[in-house]
């Protein structure tokens, strides 16, 4: 029965490195696109492959990309409680490569005034130096409340920046 527990990050690692060791060429290649793709490794923006732990690629040692949170004001628990809520969001839905980082735009739609909107996101990979606009829809879903309370706690002006760094 497959571990459904979180593992040790060196634990981990160890194992995806013993598996590496073991397997042929064409059998590598997909391990190393599924561990990128489940965030248990990360691709540099030279296209090489990472073990999550590391700061600088193994190959060009460049840093890894979309590390830091940037945000207008200094919202503590709220910031962390949104990088929970987008975690766990994202957990649910395994589909596709997890994000190094998601940004939030500001909106005017709401009659209270300005305020981080819940579409429209950009999603940050490591391998790329650019936000990719996402048409995700975080409506109903905890993900917006976070944003409503950081909004309601200080609400952003025209400039401001939320981008939320999601570490593995």
Same mark, same amino acid.
């Given at each position: ?8 990050a060196t ?32 691709r ?11 700061g ?18 200094a ?27 998601v ?11 300005? &305020?981080? %909107?819940? +579409?429209?996101? $950009?999603? =940050?990979?490591?391998? @790329?130096?650019?936000? *990719? ?10 993900? &917006?409340? %976070?944003? +409503?309370?950081? $909004?309601? =706690?200080?609400?952003? @002006?025209?400039?401001? *920046? ?7």
């Amino acid at each position: 029965m497959p571990r459904t527990l979180a593992q040790p990050a060196t634990e981990t690692i160890a194992v995806l490195a013993r598996l590496l060791e073991t397997t042929q060429p064409h059998e590598q290649t997909v391990m190393v696109e599924a561990a990128i793709t489940s965030g248990l490794m990360w691709r540099c923006t030279c296209r090489a492959a990472n073990a999550p732990d590391l700061g600088l690629c193994t190959a060009c040692g460049k840093a890894r990309l979309w590390t830091v949170d940037v945000a207008p004001g200094a919202y503590g628990a709220l910031l962390e409680d949104l990088r929970s809520e987008l975690r766990e969001w994202f957990q649910d839905r395994p589909s596709g490569p997890r994000p190094a980082a998601v940004s939030f735009r500001i909106t005017t739609q709401y009659e209270d005034g300005p &305020a981080w %909107a819940i +579409t429209g996101t $950009s999603f =940050y990979f490591t391998d @790329q130096p650019h936000g *990719i606009r996402h048409d995700q829809d975080f409506s109903r879903t905890a993900v &917006a409340d %976070a944003l +409503t309370e950081i $909004s309601e =706690y200080d609400p952003p @002006q025209t400039g401001d *920046i939320l981008r939320v760094a999601l570490p593995r």
